[in-house]
C-alpha cells in the first residue's frame, strides 16, 4: 500500500475515532478492551471480505492481512463464535419498536379521520396489542408497551388508553440500547462513505452529501436546530411514507434494507 495512503487512512480514522472513543470513555471502555475488539473486528472483516472464488478466507490468508499470528485468529475466531449476535439483537429490537411507531402513523387503521395517530385502548380489534403483533409479532405487546412508555415515545392516559408521542424510537441517553443504536447509526452512514470509496468505475454511487458553513453567528445555533427539526423530520416522515408504499406483499418476494439518515452537524468543540 502506498505511504501517502495509509497515511491518509491514519488520518481518517483518527476523525472517525473521537467521538466514538468519547462515548466509549464514559461507558467504562478501555483502550485494552477497544484494542481486543479490533482484533475480532479485523478477522470478522477480513474472513467476510476477502475469500476467493466465492469461499471463506483461511486462517493464513486472515494473518497475512491483519498481520496477527494464526494461532491468534484462531483464538479471534473461536471467541467471535462465542459472543454471538448481542449486538445484533439490541438494534433488532429498537427496529420492531420503530416500526410499531411507524405503523401507528402509516396504518390507516390504527389513524383517526384527520390522519393522526388514534388513541388506543391496550387491548382489542384496532388496540396498541394488535399494533403491537402486526409490526412487531416477534415481541410481547406488554413489553413492547413498557418499552415505548420508558422512553416517552407513548403515554397511557388515565382511561387507560395509549397516546402516540413520537413518531420514531429514541433510547434513552446512555441506556444500553442507546449505546447500540449509536452504533448502528454511525455503521450505516460509514458503510455509505466507504461503498462509495471502493466502489468500482462500473458501479452507481450511493448519494451522500452534506450543507456546512463556518462563519454562521453563533446566535443562530437555536433558530438552525428548530429549522432542521422541523424540515428534516418533515422529510424523514416523507420517506417513511413512500418505504411504507413500496414494502413487500408476500413473503416470498425478495427485499432489502432502504433509508435514509438525517443529522444536525455542530463542532462542539470550537462551542463555548
Not at 74 to 84: D, I, N, Q, S, T
Request: contains cysteine; aromatic residues 6%; charged residues 30%.
Amino acid at each position: 500500500m502506498p505511504n501517502g495512503l495509509k497515511q491518509a487512512a491514519f488520518a481518517s480514522s483518527r476523525l472517525l475515532l473521537k467521538p466514538v472513543v468519547r462515548l466509549l470513555l464514559r461507558c467504562g471502555v478501555t483502550w485494552k478492551e477497544l484494542a481486543e475488539l479490533v482484533k475480532l473486528v479485523y478477522v470478522e472483516v477480513a474472513a467476510e471480505d476477502f475469500g476467493k472464488h466465492g469461499r471463506p478466507t483461511n486462517a493464513s490468508r486472515i494473518a497475512i492481512l491483519t498481520g496477527l499470528s494464526r494461532r491468534e485468529v484462531k483464538r479471534v475466531k473461536e471467541a467471535l463464535g462465542r459472543r454471538g449476535n448481542a449486538g445484533f439483537m439490541a438494534v433488532e429490537r429498537i427496529n420492531h419498536a420503530s416500526r410499531v411507531l411507524s405503523g401507528w402513523y402509516q396504518d390507516a387503521e390504527f389513524r383517526s379521520a384527520s390522519g393522526k395517530p388514534r388513541l388506543l385502548p391496550i387491548e382489542g380489534e384496532r388496540g396498541f396489542a394488535a399494533l403491537s403483533k402486526r409490526y412487531a409479532p416477534d415481541i410481547p405487546p406488554t413489553a413492547m408497551l413498557k418499552e415505548l412508555s420508558s422512553v416517552g415515545a407513548i403515554r397511557i392516559t388515565n382511561e387507560g388508553r395509549v397516546r402516540a408521542l413520537a413518531r420514531y424510537f429514541m433510547p434513552v441517553s446512555l441506556d444500553p440500547d442507546a449505546v447500540v443504536r449509536a452504533g448502528s447509526v454511525l455503521a450505516d452512514l460509514a458503510g455509505n462513505v466507504v461503498y462509495n470509496q471502493l466502489r468500482t468505475a462500473d458501479e452507481r454511487s450511493r448519494f451522500e452529501g452534506r450543507a456546512t458553513n463556518v462563519r454562521v453567528r453563533r446566535v443562530a445555533r437555536k433558530a438552525f436546530e428548530k429549522y432542521l427539526e422541523t424540515r428534516g423530520m418533515a422529510f424523514l416522515e416523507d420517506v417513511d411514507a413512500w418505504l411504507s408504499a413500496h414494502e413487500a406483499k408476500s413473503a416470498g418476494e425478495k427485499t432489502d434494507r432502504l433509508g435514509v439518515g438525517v443529522y444536525l452537524i455542530m463542532d462542539d468543540e470550537e462551542v463555548s
